[in-house]
Nanobody, 124 residues
């Protein structure tokens, strides 16, 4: 069974930076296509970023492009989300997710495993 554990969330001010981490246990991490989603109360969980198995391809939502960077360290079984120039609208619970498929990355149903989430709050 694959387990994903996020960390690194917190309360920051607009313009600050945060780095989220997601530690993955279970089967071989390098086989998983990884993603980050976020959700605020009353809204659908939305795609933030994704990264291919070897880190060679990355994908971003338009709202975070140029500010967020997804990366992975297969030796440490960890995926990261570096978030710079944070905005109040970046507030939400951030979820790490994984799949062995990877043919599509944008939708919630594209992924099979999810972490419990970590709260990110950006104040003005």
């Amino acid at each position: 069974q694959v387990q994903l554990v996020e960390s690194g969330g917190g309360l920051v001010q607009a313009g600050d930076s945060l780095r989220l981490s997601c530690a993955v246990s279970g089967r071989t991490f390098s086989r998983y296509f990884m993603g980050w989603f976020r959700q605020v109360p009353g809204k659908e969980r939305e795609f933030v970023a994704a990264i291919s198995w070897n880190g060679g391809s990355t994908y971003y939502a338009d709202s975070v492009k140029g500010r967020f960077t997804i990366s992975r360290d297969n030796a440490k079984n960890t995926v990261y989300l570096q978030m710079n120039s944070l905005k109040t609208e970046d507030t939400g619970v951030y979820y790490c997710t994984a799949t062995l498929r990877g043919s599509s990355y944008y939708y919630r149903d594209d992924y099979d495993y999810w972490g419990q989430g970590t709260q990110v709050t950006v104040s003005s």
